[in-house]
């Protein structure tokens, strides 16, 4: 019989960055669901108020609601510009949090911190253009453009029912549709929501 090899010990540094980027996925991903819930184009609800509060973010007024929806003509969801400041406070918390616990000087360490750094540079750019390819129309090219706003009517379509792929694992939205593992755990994607 060959003796059991006994685990690593996790240090508290390694230990502090997996547990600050499962805060960053699942935060992104709370934030990604909640604001694709609305329905209303551009809209607000209770939970996405919330939100915006808990993260120290001012939603914007009905006034520009509304001039949002005439000028981006949203399908559905939040004000892509207050998803991005939400996304923003996320990351700006991760990154301030990034810290708190110094540095064991461990390989595993050095390596999880510029994993956890790549995924900061990265994760608001890409959450924030995987939201606009949810909400808002698709382009159709200059002549489809120009057909589309001739034959618009009067009234407001209904808001096309929305389905995002997320993680088995930490929850996080399917950023692009070539993504067939996960940016932020590594893991497969396989579930929709």
């Known amino acids: 019989r060959r ?20 805060w960053l996925t699942s935060s992104l991903a709370a934030v990604f669901r909640e604001a694709l819930a609305i329905e209303q184009p551009a809209g ?9 509060q808990y993260h120290g973010v001012a939603p914007i007024d009905e006034a520009e609601r509304e001039t949002i929806r005439r000028g981006q003509k949203p399908l559905r969801g ?3 510009m207050e998803l991005s400041q939400m996304v923003t406070s996320v990351v700006r918390q991760a990154r301030q949090s990034l810290h708190a616990v110094p540095n064991d000087g461990s390989p595993a360490g050095e390596s999880a911190l510029e994993q956890l750094r790549i ?3 990265r ?11 949810a909400v808002l129309p698709k382009r159709q090219g200059m002549f489809g453009n120009v057909l589309a706003h001739h034959q618009e009517s009067s009234t407001p379509s209904a808001a096309p029912s929305a389905h995002v ?6 929850g996080a939205p399917r950023l692009s549709p070539r993504d067939f593992n996960c940016p932020f755990c ?8």
């Open 78 to 80: 939040a004000p892509v």
């Open 44 to 52: 607000s609800s209770p939970g996405w108020l919330a939100a915006c």
């Open 3 to 22: 003796p059991r090899r006994r685990p690593r010990a996790v240090s508290a540094y390694l230990s502090h960055l997996h547990s600050l980027r499962h």
């Open 165 to 170: 792929f997320t993680c088995r694992t930490c």
């Open 119 to 121: 995924l900061l540079d």
């Open 186 to 193: 590594g893991n497969h994607m396989a579930t929709e929501s």
């Open 123 to 133: 994760v608001d750019r890409e959450v924030v253009a995987a939201y606009k390819l």
